[in-house]
């Protein structure tokens, strides 16, 4: 058996047996019940092919080998491109720099993934998708080589978009699912950004090298004295919303 052969194995033996959520758990879905389908992915090839392709689509697109790319408008020729384990990522939305969903394809014109709600992965033919998308590319992690993760660097704000869908913000890691803290690489990217401009208009004074990429606490507590000095009576105090992140990076 091949290990794009386990990989899809791994996938269709968990039909149904998990939860949808967003919450850091999502990525060790055999001992919480619980997954998204950017975090079942990342599972299965971290506990089949011993690969990390990054733990979020946002990252995840940026891996591998590319099999089709947004160009691609004909259903008969992806499926004619794609093999098992390839990667599926779809966007409703357009919005930038990831895509709203990913699923693994199986074989034989299906495709599994979780996206919610209810229990998940499911399986489900790719033309239903393929119609409803705006854009589609899909990506090989084995069967070629391979691109390692980059490291983690700390980004200028100025140079990022926000980066979350309507009725998300940057905050407490440990806050509800809207709220992202740190839980992967793309976000860690972001509160890391977030911090070091904390620090560089004054706020925040922590010691050097605590950038960390992780919203707790200290990162709570200086971006709610930046919106009481820039941005009185704003409705979030120690959440970063598209307004905070905007007057933040000016």
């Known amino acids: 058996m091949t290990t794009a052969d386990e990989l899809v194995r791994y996938m269709t033996d968990r039909q149904g047996r998990f939860a949808y959520s967003q919450a850091g758990n999502r990525l060790q879905p055999d001992a919480t019940g ?12 971290r506990d089949v092919a011993h690969c990390d392709i990054g733990s979020w689509t946002g990252t995840q697109v940026e891996h591998g080998m590319s099999v089709f790319g947004t160009e691609e408008n004909s259903l008969g020729n992806a499926l004619s491109k794609l093999a098992p384990a390839d990667l599926i990522f779809f966007t409703w939305s357009g919005h930038n720099p990831a895509f709203d969903h990913v699923e693994m394809y199986i074989g034989g014109g299906q495709t599994i993934g979780h996206g919610g709600p209810g229990n998940g992965p499911t399986v489900k033919n790719l033309s239903a998708n393929w119609n409803a998308a705006s854009e589609i590319i899909a990506r090989r992690y084995v069967g070629g080589v391979q691109e390692p993760i980059p490291d983690i660097r700390v980004n200028s704000m100025s140079d990022m978009s926000f980066g979350l869908p309507h009725g998300q913000w940057w905050g407490d ?42 919203f707790e606490q200290p990162t709570i507590d200086a971006v709610a004295a930046f919106q009481r000095a820039r941005m009185p009576g704003t409705q979030f105090y120690g959440q970063v919303w598209g307004d905070d992140w905007a007057e933040l990076a000016k």
């Open 34 to 45: 619980t997954t998204d389908c950017s975090g079942l992915v990342c599972a299965a090839y």
């Open 173 to 214: 890691i440990n806050g509800p699912d809207s709220s992202h803290g740190g839980i992967n690489d793309f976000e860690k990217i972001h509160v890391m950004a977030i911090q070091q401009r904390l620090v560089d208009v004054g706020i925040a004074h922590w010691p050097e090298g605590w950038v960390d990429g992780i």
